[in-house]
């Protein structure tokens, strides 16, 4: 009684293997940008808020909306310093 096994069926179960993995890594890839740009963007809603709060001392208000969150999330203190701009601008 011996193991018969064929080489084309272990190439062929060590591609699928290889497959799997593949698929794997590219479904988990973007949900780390997808995780990666939702905490941007509740850090940069935080940021508004302190923005609001120290800029309501002088008269700064920026509207705090998913886009300015995401603005701010996605580029940081410049994406912060665009928003100010732009509220004096327009």
């Known amino acids: ?3 018969d096994i064929e080489l084309g069926v272990i190439i062929a179960y060590a591609v699928g293997l290889i497959l799997l993995y593949l698929v794997g890594w ?3 890839i973007p949900i780390r940008y997808l995780a990666k740009l939702i905490i941007n963007g ?3 809603g935080i940021l508004l808020f302190l923005v609001n709060f120290l800029g ?3 008269g700064l208000y920026i509207a ?4 300015t969150a995401i603005i701010v999330g996605f580029l940081g203190v410049p994406g912060l310093i665009l928003l100010i701009v732009l509220q004096y601008i327009l």
């Open 64 to 67: 705090i909306n998913p886009l």
């Open 42 to 44: 509740i850090i940069g």
């Open 56 to 58: 309501g001392f002088v």
């Open 26 to 28: 590219l479904l988990i």
């Open 1 to 3: 009684m011996g193991l």
